[in-house]
């Protein structure tokens, strides 16, 4: 499995060989991005909930040990098992032992993140245990054997005639064809035989109630449901900051995630899982996986409030311009960019650099994570620990000097324009990371701050 | 469970001596106008049929209408025609039922979604494996809000309960949407007013 991991930039740079693609790939997102505007303006109240949304998951990660205890006793009051992981390969071990126990060998899965991040399709696969991703878009991924490229959109890369060529291959149906209607009858039809047959569904968790024990699972498709209602056990796995304390806060929660996911008002489902239907057996897995040591970390440990929306990925135009293959983690984008490095440092120390830190993310998040500047302070940090490249290097000293001094700044940016102008090539090239099969783009004439200081001036007004 | 210790205690070591309080979680106001007609506005915008009736006969009608005499109908609602279901009955037998009725407890207005508990799916297995399903809502029933709709469900003990909004659906082939991914493939949702 260990495989040499190419970077960002040369994965980005793969990516971008196919213009037209590039262009497609963002539009696609953009749009997304869009719809999730248009849904959270009708909503007046829209950021007082992200501050609720904020303020819930900021009191929940400063009190996840008594959160947890008091979940784990409801859960269990409930008739359900609660398990403790201290890290993917625990997890993935409970996960089999569950699976070997009731002698099953075919599983479904719904989707979740967390065991994309503990790989657990591939540990399983090596036990012996055969796994169908049963939403839509992780089965056509997983067909073609990749990852998810985005934590929402699982095939968001993938053109319809590919994946009509996938399915006449893998499921037979008629070559060329690559209606969506037609392929997505062919994909329920093919998995109805897997609900109706599988003993064991797994599903992860968007929010774990601390109040009641329960669970809850969102998904458009119905895959989660279907899956634990035909099942004699349901594992659900989740990370240990999926906790909030109480279910009315649902409330605040499931009116941000969809519309900051796709645009919907509300997921299909939003299903409350409490007790086991009788004759079933449930499991909750709980898994910590570097996240309580992340907690530790001050900068960084509110990137733990991520309720997994995609929003920051729809809006990032590094994202949506590299593809989330890129990021060479489970979760790509700019949350993926602030997590992965916290895993591993050297690993990912090239995500932080993945960023222009224009901030869209920080701006569309529901539970407001401060992602670009997290993405700023991993960038020192790697620099710091010795683990990145001297031309990066060289970008980030300047790029911390200017950002520390808006003086500078604006002089920078003036002086920047000049030179793009009459010198591009001294801007075009390798020193400047963000320049690599892309032409800088047209430089304004006047930055935001010149036309507004000379039009404060015309206005007679001092700067 | 050395596990569990190994993580209770990490997450017991002190992380701020400002522990951010919980915060109440405010009641805004509803927006204005009829929660019932702003239910079937986003209901019918997220791909789910509304149909507005004022007595049981008039689902019944409905209903026979829109399915032939060999449909297997299930039914929840006992003013409703149907056939009912035989307790502790395997879930997989009802892989080819066409329709399924069943009476949430409300709807809410912002969302198009439709509260429903296991006590009245007849099995937990039904609103998801049916072909299509049928709600009945009364009109007075519709909530503006999902804090309205926890304020309602408030500490109820259900093993299971879910919110519906539409016939599930998926967009992950070039984001065009297409209803019926696994569950059903439409959602019927009588408005009932009395
Ligand atoms: S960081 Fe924020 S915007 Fe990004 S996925 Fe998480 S919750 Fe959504």
């Known amino acids: 499995m260990e495989q040499k991991i190419q970077d960002h930039a040369i994965l980005a740079d793969k990516f971008n060989k196919d213009i037209p693609r590039v262009d497609w790939h963002d539009k696609t997102l953009w749009f997304i991005r869009e719809k999730r505007d248009k849904a959270a303006w009708q909503i007046a109240e829209w950021e007082e909930l992200r501050e609720a949304a904020s303020q819930v998951k900021n009191n929940v990660l400063d009190n996840l040990h008594d959160y947890l205890l008091e979940f784990e006793k409801q859960a269990q009051q409930n008739g359900v098992t609660v398990h403790w992981a201290a890290n993917a390969e625990e997890h993935n071990r409970i996960v089999h032992a569950i699976i070997k126990e009731h002698g099953v060998t075919d599983i479904v899965k719904s989707k979740s993140m967390l065991t994309e991040e503990c790989h657990l399709n591939e540990y399983l696969q090596q036990q012996g245990i055969t796994v169908v991703d049963t939403d839509l878009g992780e089965r056509i991924v997983q067909l073609a054997g990749e990852p998810p490229s985005h934590i929402v959109l699982p095939c968001i890369h993938w053109k319809k005639e590919e994946i009509g060529e996938l399915f006449h291959q893998h499921l037979g149906t008629p070559k060329g064809n690559a209606d969506p209607q037609f392929l997505t009858a062919a994909a329920r039809e093919h998995l109805r035989q897997r609900f109706m047959t599988s003993r064991v569904a797994i599903t992860g968790v968007n929010f774990a109630v601390a109040e009641t024990g329960e669970v809850v699972v969102c998904t458009n498709e119905g895959n989660a449901d279907l899956g634990v209602q035909l099942a004699e056990v349901h594992i659900a796995c989740m990370g240990i900051e999926k906790i909030i304390p109480q279910r009315k806060h649902l409330g605040i929660f499931l009116r941000l995630l969809a519309r900051s996911a796709t645009g919907q008002p509300v997921t299909t489902y939003s299903s409350h899982f409490r007790k086991p239907r009788p004759g079933q057996t449930m499991h909750i897995v709980l898994v910590d996986n570097g996240r309580s040591e992340r907690l530790q970390q001050e900068s960084f440990r509110n990137a733990l409030k991520c309720i997994r929306c995609g929003a920051c990925m729809n809006t990032c135009p590094v994202y949506r311009r590299s593809g989330g293959h890129s990021y060479h983690y489970a979760i790509a984008g700019p949350i993926g960019s602030i997590l992965a490095p916290g895993l591993d440092m050297k690993k990912h120390a090239d995500l932080p650099f993945a960023s222009t830190l224009c901030g869209s993310c920080s701006n569309v998040c529901p539970v407001k994570i401060n992602i670009h500047e997290q993405l700023y302070e991993w960038r020192q940090v790697l620099v710091k620990s010795g683990h990145v490249s001297p031309v990066k290097k060289a970008g980030i000293s300047g790029m911390a000097a200017v950002l520390s001094r808006p003086g500078i700044y604006k002089v920078s940016g003036a002086v920047g324009r000049w030179f793009m102008k009459y010198i591009p090539a001294l801007v075009n090239n390798k020193l400047n990371p963000w320049y690599k099969q892309r032409e800088m783009p047209a430089v304004p004439k006047q930055s935001f701050n010149e036309w507004y200081r000379q039009n404060r001036k015309q206005n007679g007004k001092q700067s | ?194």
Request: charge should be negative; hydrophobic fraction near 40%.
């Open chain 2, 1 to 194: 469970m050395e596990s569990r210790a190994k993580i209770l205690q990490a997450l017991s070591k002190k992380f701020t001596d400002h522990p951010a309080p919980l915060p109440d979680v405010k009641a805004f106001p509803p927006t204005a106008g009829d929660p019932v007609d702003k239910f079937e506005f986003i209901l019918r915008g997220i791909g789910g049929r509304t149909v507005r009736v004022s007595s049981y006969t008039e689902i019944d009608e409905y209903i026979a209408k829109e399915y032939t005499s060999g449909a297997r109908i299930i039914s929840l609602v006992k003013e409703v025609a149907g056939s009912a279901i035989t307790p502790d009955i395997d879930p997989h037998t009802f892989e080819n039922v066409d329709l399924v009725v069943l009476q949430p407890h409300f709807g809410v207005a912002e969302n198009g979604a439709a509260w429903i508990t296991s006590d009245r799916m007849g099995d937990r297995a039904l609103p998801f494996i049916s072909q299509h399903i049928a709600l009945v809502i009364t009109t007075d029933s519709i909530l503006h809000t999902m804090h309205e709709a926890y304020e309602q469900i408030g500490n109820a003990d259900h093993p299971f309960g879910t919110f519906i909004a539409g016939p599930s659906k998926t967009a992950d082939i070039e984001q065009s949407l297409v209803l019926g991914a696994h569950g059903p493939k439409s959602m019927t949702v009588f408005l009932l007013s009395r």
